[in-house]
């Protein structure tokens, strides 16, 4: 089930708000957990199993770290935890790639061909009766939705509870609520435990809050349909092309689109889960911040997916030492934590070079020095910055190393196919308008709207007039995104693979 769809808009939210609101406060956790495994489960009932077995090892394990504080035997059931939670990922997410990887490496030394890790599971399974016939030669490992973000904030919870910053959850019902919570369930923002602690334990529920949470939805389901799923079939189609297709105009047109397609897509998803947040009492933290106005690389970080750079800032690069032990050793902590960065993203290789790119530009930053990097005039830093975010898109998006340098080469360099190289054959009206839209979307306009709005008096005449055209706005944004979802345009959420 995804938000941006008829059942759950219509059918499962209307039922879980009532349900929420109508039922007394000593349950509504209870109902929340209830409706978040029917929303887990609802396209993948077997991935439910792994999400419950993790929540019920990292509630154990976080009480027996909470009962020997200070003690070497915390930091042994921590360490169990750690390894747990990364085996995990290891066995759903990895699992392929890092035995595709050691078979390579083995036929390269003389240890001779390795069974595929299918082939070896196929044995397993039939040798034990588990199954009655070998698997399909194509089968893979189910990877299960949201497993890097429900794992990241258990390990963000042992290790705060080890570290004393967090207390510890005794309640079943509350901390299954806290790793199942369905808003964020599935592709974040990666909330930490102590951000959230007392509001699983007493929320205070308001009119007000609760209609901010439907603005903030709705704009984000408007971000997310009207604008990165009408950019993402153009972008995809791009992509597909084969570098000999690829004019500079088409190249660039491609980029542009999958550029704002994933910022829209993520940080709409983001906005409508801190919306259904505030619908349910709960505050998250913003997961955004304009990160395309950044003037660097450094700047860029401190703007996109500020829940997962935070989390390997303050779990993996400052336990690390951080910058506290000079330039080489602040140079390999950004490198193991953007190698780590990439390799969250997604097991393939592209993504860990992705990851590098951008801890080389760090560390670029880093030798340069913050006052030269300020000084730097501010349309030069814009440009540079968006340059080098946009490649790194191209190997982010790009299925393999030869697709992204086809497309980066095609930035600059005239196809020789027969192909259509004009931007018109790719684009539309509605594309047009869809990246117009996005591109003024990418703008901190609306800060200065709310900060106008605010400062109008209460009851004036503006502003009823200023909260009637915002009431009218996200009216048309509802309409017009239930209109694209009715006719079942093309949708898919980025980051639910992550």
């Not at 709705?218 to 950019?231: E, N, Y």
């Amino acid at each position: 089930m995804v938000f941006s769809s008829t059942v759950f808009l219509f059918l499962f939210l209307p039922a879980v708000l009532a349900a929420v609101h109508l039922s007394r406060r000593r349950w509504r956790n209870a109902l929340i957990l209830l409706a978040s495994l029917l929303f887990y489960a609802w396209g993948e009932p077997a991935a439910l199993l792994v999400m419950l077995v993790s929540i019920a090892v990292n509630g154990r394990l976080g009480r027996f770290i909470h009962e020997a504080p200070g003690k070497p035997t915390a930091q042994r059931w921590l360490t169990l935890g750690l390894v747990f939670n990364i085996g995990l990922l290891c066995a759903f997410k990895y699992g392929h790639f890092l035995w595709d990887n050691l078979a390579e490496v083995a036929g390269s030394v003389g240890l001779g061909d390795w069974p595929t890790l299918t082939t070896l599971l196929s044995g397993l399974a039939t040798a034990t009766g588990l199954v009655d016939q070998p698997l399909p030669a194509d089968w893979h490992i189910h990877l299960p939705i949201g497993i890097s973000f429900f794992s990241f904030q258990a390990m963000s919870y042992l290790i705060d509870l080890h570290r004393g910053d967090a207390r510890v959850q005794r309640n079943f019902v509350d901390f299954a609520t806290y790793i199942a919570l369905f808003p964020q369930l599935i592709a974040g923002p990666i909330v930490r435990y102590r951000h959230i602690a007392e509001q699983l334990v007493e929320r205070t529920h308001s009119w007000k809050q609760f209609a901010s949470g439907v603005r903030r939805f709705v704009v984000g389901l408007g971000k997310k349909v009207l604008i990165a799923d009408v950019l993402a079939e153009t972008a995809d189609t791009i992509f597909a092309l084969d570098g000999a297709q690829l004019s500079p105009g088409v190249a660039w047109l491609g980029l542009l689109c999958y550029t704002l397609q994933i910022y829209f897509d993520f940080s709409g998803y983001s906005d409508m889960a801190i919306g259904l947040g505030r619908m349910l009492g709960f505050e998250f933290l913003e997961n955004f911040n304009f990160p395309y106005i950044a003037r660097s690389i450094t700047d860029f970080w401190r703007r996109w997916h500020i829940s997962l750079s935070t989390w390997f800032r303050d779990y993996l690069y400052v336990p690390l030492g951080g910058n506290r032990h000079g330039r080489l050793a602040t140079a390999r902590n950004l490198l193991i934590v953007f190698l780590l960065c990439g390799l969250w993203h997604g097991a393939a290789w592209t993504y860990v070079v992705w990851g590098l790119f951008h801890g080389a530009f760090l560390i670029f930053e880093r030798s340069v020095g913050r006052e030269r990097m300020a000084r730097m005039p501010a349309l030069l830093g814009h440009a540079y910055t968006l340059f080098a975010v946009m490649i790194g898109w191209a190997l982010f998006r790009a299925e393999t190393f030869d697709g992204a340098l086809a497309l980066v080469g095609g930035l600059f360099t005239v196809g020789t196919a027969s192909a259509p190289h004009h931007v018109a054959f790719y684009n539309n009206p509605v594309v047009t308008i869809s990246l117009i839209a996005g591109l003024i979307g990418s703008l901190p306009w609306t800060r200065v709207l709310t900060g106008w709005h605010a400062g109008l008096a209460t009851g004036s005449l503006t502003r009823r007039a200023a909260d009637l055209a915002g009431l009218l706005v996200l009216v048309a944004i509802m309409t017009l995104s239930a209109m694209q979802m009715a006719a079942q345009s093309y949708t898919t959420f980025i980051y639910f693979r992550f």
